[in-house]
């Protein structure tokens, strides 16, 4: 659950960030909004997630 929060929150603040900065236009967030719905309920939604989950481990795994 802290994984999908925090990639929610993550992605809301990129998403401002190209509205704002690179021209990203509200229609075009709409759109990929839309499209996450629509992949959450898809077949391949346990596949993003398993991928994400994977990811944020190996970046927790990072030592600096």
Do not use: D, W
Request: include cysteine; charge should be positive; aromatic fraction near 4%.
């Amino acid at each position: 659950m802290a994984v999908s929060v925090s990639a929610v929150v993550l992605l809301a603040i990129i998403t401002v960030l190209l509205i704002r900065k690179a021209g990203l236009n509200a229609g075009h967030a709409i759109v990929c909004v839309l499209l996450g719905f629509y992949l959450a309920s898809s077949s391949i939604a346990p596949t993003i997630s398993q991928v994400t989950a994977r990811v944020a481990q190996l970046i927790g795994e990072i030592k600096f």
